[in-house]
């Protein structure tokens, strides 16, 4: 069984070595449900199986300044709404998401030049935070973290030439990283908080993709 694995780890990218490959360049919306919606810029690789067939890679970009509502109600509470102002202060958070999926894409004709197609991916998102310091909320603090994430989808895709195709894509993508930090009050009370970033919603992207 240990040799038919390690023959499968060596031949797999032998085999897709051996195949047509593809680079896709993604832009359009995403709206998670920590934050507000904004742009959203991707990449895509991988190799082309057959016609109907790719498996591939992607990495995107999505970023947001935000108030982060849910840590003002957490710190409201913590504090007392006589702090509302000061909390959101608190709360301001510039975030960076970077999903990182494997990725397979199946695609149909449909009409002369014009694909169907569904596609999946699965793999992590990963966070870069920036988020304000509770006792001194002029001064900016950093954090990182991850969950797995998974994504599922499908659109159109129109034939350009004969190595390339514009795409319409409406996908959902599923992750909530978080990580716990503890807060102490002027009387020195101390609480533990748990941000949790829902990033999951929809994204809406068109994009090129080319075939070499």
Same mark, same amino acid.
């Given at each position: 069984m240990?040799k038919?694995? +390690?023959?499968?780890?060596v031949?797999i990218p ?10 896709t360049i ?5 709206s998670?449900a920590?934050?507000?919606s904004?742009f959203i ?10 016609d109907?067939?790719?498996?591939g890679w992607?990495?995107?970009?999505f970023?947001?300044? +935000? ?10 509470d ?15 958070t ?14 149909w ?21 920036? +988020?304000?310091?509770y006792a001194n909320?002029?001064?900016n603090?950093?954090q990182?973290?991850f969950?797995f994430?998974?994504?599922l989808?499908?659109g159109i ?8 195709d514009?795409?319409f894509?409406l996908?959902?993508h ?19 908080l748990e ?5 999951s ?5 068109v994009?090129f993709?080319?075939y070499?």
């Open positions: 240990k038919i694995i +390690y023959l499968l780890i031949m032998v085999i897709l070595s051996a195949q047509s490959k593809f680079g993604k832009a359009g919306l995403f998670p920590a934050t507000e904004g810029l991707g990449y895509e690789g991988g190799w082309i199986i057959d109907n067939f790719f498996v992607s990495a995107d970009w970023n947001k300044n +935000y108030v982060d509502r849910k840590l003002v109600d957490e710190f409201n913590f504090y007392g709404p006589i702090n509302s102002q000061l909390n959101e202060l608190r709360a301001k510039n975030l960076h998401s970077l999903p990182l999926m494997g990725t397979v894409t199946g695609n004709v449909v009409a002369p030049r014009t694909r169907a197609f569904v596609t999946a991916g699965a793999g992590l998102n990963i966070l870069l935070i920036f +988020y304000r310091n909320p002029d001064n603090e950093f990182g973290a969950d994430a998974w994504r989808g499908g895709m129109y034939e350009l030439g004969s190595r390339s514009a795409f894509e996908s959902y599923h992750s909530q990283p978080s990580w716990e930090y503890e807060v102490r009050d002027d009387t020195g009370r101390r609480r533990i941000r949790r970033f829902d990033m919603g929809l994204l809406m992207r994009g993709r080319f070499f």
